[in-house]
């Protein structure tokens, strides 16, 4: 887990049937193209106290209005926040000794699981499933 640690940012142009999830996921239309240009960067860091304790910080690099978001969590235990657009979630992390695995629901109880698994050339895969349809991309540390 300690490699997942430092900031790390999508990298562009490594999308994977993203149309589809979008369509699984019910975006609206006049986002999607919205959500395909971001460019996304986000940092992990670890609790010096407590090694089940962890921050991430999610930011649009590529769009100024957007606030950047903290997520402060305990591994395996649920917590509740809003995501980068405002849309409110419960979410649980936890970390299987590979890759991180997490489960967000919505206000609707529609669930999506992303996996964020680190490669053997030190690329993270990211892999984001909604509704049985799952896109990834690839990441990489800055």
């Known amino acids: 887990m300690d490699a997942i640690v430092g900031t790390w940012k999508n990298k562009k142009g490594s999308e994977e049937n993203m149309n589809a999830?979008?369509?699984?996921?019910k975006i609206p239309e006049n986002m999607r193209q919205v959500f395909l240009e971001r460019q996304y960067?986000?940092?992990?860091?670890?609790?010096p106290s407590n090694a089940n304790k962890l921050k991430t910080t999610v930011k649009v690099?590529?769009?100024?209005?957007?606030?950047?978001?903290?997520?402060?969590?305990?591994?395996?235990?649920?917590?509740?926040?809003?995501?980068i657009d405002g849309k409110h979630f419960k979410c649980t992390i936890s970390w299987d000794g590979q890759k991180?695995?997490?489960?967000?629901?919505?206000?609707?109880?529609?669930?999506m699981f992303i996996h964020r698994e680190l490669t053997?050339?030190?690329?993270?895969?990211?892999?984001m499933t909604c509704c049985g349809v799952t896109s990834s991309s690839?990441?990489?540390?800055?």
Do not use: H
Not at 41 to 47: A, F, L, N, R, V
Not at 64 to 80: C, D, R, V, W
Not at 100 to 111: G, I, L, M, P, Q
């Open 100 to 111: 991180f695995v997490e489960r967000y629901v919505d206000a609707k109880n529609t669930e």
């Open 21 to 25: 999830f979008m369509d699984a996921c």
């Open 61 to 83: 690099t590529n769009d100024s209005k957007l606030p950047a978001i903290e997520y402060e969590y305990e591994l395996g235990k649920e917590f509740e926040s809003n995501d």
């Open 41 to 47: 960067e986000i940092t992990y860091s670890k609790d």
């Open 138 to 142: 690839v990441w990489v540390k800055s």
């Open 120 to 127: 053997p050339d030190g690329q993270m895969k990211f892999a």
